[in-house]
């Protein structure tokens, strides 16, 4: 399968402070990987760096076979590298419809904007249910939703998630994730996910990797991983 992103030894963190080391990811065409790992293992760090919004060192970041390492942010979003930070990143004095249609700031083209936003309010019916309503007074998974929206009005070709369900109730947190499988099924989006919740994650994901103290410490098959004595004992707490 050919590779849509490729992350080749990355080195990064913030200006002389070294966070992740040598960090090998690939995402292909239409998959879904996750990124899982303890608080503080550098999994947000990594995102950013895929960004242009932290410091890297060493390493490339390829997307769909042109490197982007030293692009700034803007110009990996038109090439359609998109990050949705966590929900809290909204404007919360904006309206539903303003947050989602702010993802397609950028973009010139009316029509197909107009199709997207179409495609998005399909996919998430809270949209067109709550368009005048102040994002602020959203729900948490309500809020998840948008932040995701917005980010597919980016017209993403690698959708990056950063920790979808944090705060979110059990059946929210499921809902986050049987949309990102939706996403992925309509569009054949390619989606790298960072989360918190193991098992969630390894349920949904295509592939995964373990990221403890800024190394990929495992990684493999969603369901294999999920099924792994280490895991289960690191991760999953059974
Ligand atoms: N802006 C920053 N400047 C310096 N260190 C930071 C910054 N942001 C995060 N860190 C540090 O980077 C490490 C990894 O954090 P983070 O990437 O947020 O981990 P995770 O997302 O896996 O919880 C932590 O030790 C954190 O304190
Ligand atoms: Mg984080």
Redesign the pocket.
């Known amino acids: 399968m050919a590779d849509m992103l490729t992350v080749e030894k990355l080195t990064a963190?913030?200006?002389p402070?070294t966070?992740?080391e040598d960090v090998d990811i690939r995402v292909g065409k239409g998959e879904i990987v996750a990124v899982i790992?303890?608080?503080?293992?550098?999994?947000?760090?990594?995102?950013?760096s895929l960004m242009g919004l932290?410091t890297v060192k060493s390493g490339r970041v390829v997307l769909d076979g042109e490197e982007i390492t030293k692009l700034p942010p803007y110009e990996r979003v038109v090439k359609g590298l998109v990050l949705s930070l966590e929900r809290r990143r909204l404007f919360p004095d904006m309206t539903v419809y303003e947050n989602v249609m702010s993802g397609a700031y950028r973009r010139k083209d009316k029509e197909k904007i107009r199709e997207d936003y179409g495609m998005v309010a399909q996919l998430f019916p809270i949209i067109e249910k709550r368009r005048r309503q102040l994002a602020g007074t959203l729900s948490g998974g309500e809020q998840q939703m948008v932040a995701i929206a917005r980010a597919l009005m980016s017209k993403p070709r690698v959708l990056l998630l950063?920790?979808p369900s944090v705060g979110l109730a059990p059946i929210a947190r499921r809902m986050v994730f049987e949309k990102i499988k939706e996403i992925r099924e309509r569009q054949g989006l390619s989606i790298l996910v960072?989360e918190?919740d193991a098992s969630l994650a390894l349920q949904t994901a295509d592939r995964a990797y373990v990221?403890e103290q800024?190394r990929i410490a495992m990684e493999g098959v969603g369901l294999a991983l999920l099924n792994s004595e280490k895991i289960r004992q690191s991760y999953i707490g059974i």
């Open positions: 963190g913030y200006g402070v966070i992740i790992g303890p608080n503080g293992a550098g999994k947000t760090t990594m995102m950013l932290a950063d920790e960072v918190q990221l800024g």
